[in-house]
């Protein structure tokens, strides 16, 4: 790549290195097989890598095998050792600890292995997170371990304990909420860093893109002139990471991602670089390093399936978006989504009638609510009880609240999966509903803290109920799918 006289600096609008590019690594371990790649050898480098276990998974029992790919930000591999200065460095990595997921891509197999659809999510997507409310969909995994953590270690555990636990916890929070947007439960769990994505890349030799025009963006490092040209894992990184001035900003990167990842693989379902026998070296010690999947997978038996697999039957698709340029009312910038038009086109795309996991319809009819104020802005409860009624709900008790200090607004009921809280929590923006034994089972309540902004609040004026603006919504819809059985690179943005 041309060097450039931009300063390194590759934060991206969170802060960080946005690995938005390394779910490719994971496909390019699902095809191994399928190039001549000798099965001691997938047996071998499968033993390399990371298993992880009570992630709360499904088992493939809807007829298909339904994988989520995470991109992982990190500074460790993925057996928790550090990187190396020069690895730092190569990634434009810095110090920084934290773990963002900027790539997620739910994979859909069907049990005879002969097609795969890749359904990428965009990282900012505004979602309901467990335990956190609403947030980023990118915020689930590492919002959810920093919190889990703080908890773990002010109760007296190790660091090493902190650390495995709120990491687990971190991954369950993104599974749940890939499944709850999406409508699918997911059967398997692979995670790569950002390191694995430049390794792999290299180890296959380079991928082949092709650009409409010539970039110079110094925030991703992207430095390319237009038309085809092939790419190693240093300059793929800038390539599948840039999305400032680029038309539809993070829409447009995931469309680099998807060619990418289809050019990659079609190159290793067509070519014979993996009978080489230095590449298959290069390969292991690359996903044995950066690749973690979880513990009940049978990933030889798996590979066994994809043995009929071509690169036209592996297509990519986006779901689709209400709105790219949505604000919330704390004034951040998110991709407003609506649940049931993405499980409705999801379902569509992986041909079901109907979705195994819809949550019951709740009647608002029957449910009455009481709402207690924990804050200091005087005749909220009302407002917010009157905002419930307006959406049919049934009023109950409105006061202020006297069980002692709250931080956070939340939706108290017996149980916190009670599906009439969720519709509660749901109509006041994606509250967090917390468990209250003392309550009885049919009863919910919703507690106001100074951090309410939903409906019935000052600041909700100009949003919807999930909180985010819409007046100059800018809808996405799908785009057709990209397949990765095409002859040469798709030319993109």
């Not at 033993?47 to 029992?61: E, K």
């Amino acid at each position: 790549m041309r060097e450039s006289t931009r300063p390194p600096t590759v934060a991206t609008q969170t802060g960080a290195v946005g690995p938005a590019q390394v779910m490719v690594a994971i496909a390019a371990v699902l095809v191994l097989a399928l190039t001549g790649f000798a099965w001691r050898s997938v047996d071998n480098l499968i033993a390399n890598i990371d298993r992880i276990g009570g992630l709360g998974l499904g088992g493939g029992r809807d007829g298909a095998v339904d994988i989520l790919l995470v991109g992982v930000d990190s500074r460790t591999d993925a057996h928790g050792n550090p990187l190396t200065s020069a690895e730092r460095a190569m990634l434009h990595a810095g110090d920084e600890v934290g773990t963002n997921t900027d790539t997620i891509v739910l994979v859909r197999v069907p049990n005879d292995g002969r097609s795969a659809t890749a359904i990428s999510i965009p990282r900012d997507s505004y979602v309901d997170i467990p335990g956190q409310g609403k947030g980023k969909i990118n915020s689930a995994y590492g919002a959810t371990k920093e919190t889990e953590r703080a908890k773990l270690l002010a109760k007296g555990g190790s660091d090493a304990d902190a650390e495995r636990d709120s990491t687990k916890a971190g991954r369950q929070a993104l599974i749940k909420s890939v499944a709850s947007l999406t409508g699918i439960t997911v059967d398997h769990y692979a995670e790569v860093s950002l390191l694995g994505f430049v390794l792999l890349t290299d180890a296959v030799g380079g991928v082949e893109v092709c650009l409409n025009n010539a970039v110079d963006e110094w925030m991703s490092g992207a430095d390319f002139p237009a038309g085809p040209q092939r790419l190693d894992g240093g300059q793929a990184l800038s390539f599948v990471r840039q999305r400032h001035g680029l038309p539809r900003g993070d829409i447009d990167r995931i469309v680099r991602q998807q060619v990418f990842m289809a050019q990659l693989v079609g190159q290793l379902l067509n070519a014979k670089v993996l009978a080489n026998p230095g590449k298959l070296g290069e390969i292991s010690e690359a996903v044995g390093r950066t690749v973690v999947l979880d513990e009940d997978w049978d990933v030889l038996a798996f590979l066994q399936q994809l043995k009929d697999l071509s690169g036209g039957k592996v297509e990519f698709e986006t779901i689709p978006v209400a709105d790219l340029n949505s604000m919330t009312s704390a004034g951040e910038s998110v991709v407003r989504v609506e649940p049931k038009a993405v499980q409705d086109y999801v379902a569509g795309l992986v041909g079901e009638e109907k979705r195994a996991d819809d949550k019951p319809e709740v009647d608002p009819s029957t449910v009455s609510v009481s709402v207690f104020n924990a804050g200091g802005t005087a005749g909220l409860a009302a407002k917010v009880s009157t905002a419930l009624t307006g959406k049919g709900f049934r009023e109950g008790l409105v006061g202020n609240y006297t069980g002692g200090s709250v931080s956070s607004s939340r939706v108290l009921a017996a149980d916190a999966e009670n599906p009439k809280a969720a519709a509660v929590a749901e109509a006041l923006g994606g509250l967090t509903v917390v468990a209250d034994p003392s309550l009885s089972a049919d009863t919910v309540s919703v507690v106001l803290a100074s951090d309410y902004s939903g409906p019935g609040s000052a600041a909700a004026g100009m949003f919807d109920f999930d909180g985010t603006s819409s007046a100059t919504a800018t809808p996405v819809p799908p785009a057709p799918p990209i397949d990765a059985g095409q002859n040469g690179p798709k030319c993109v943005n």
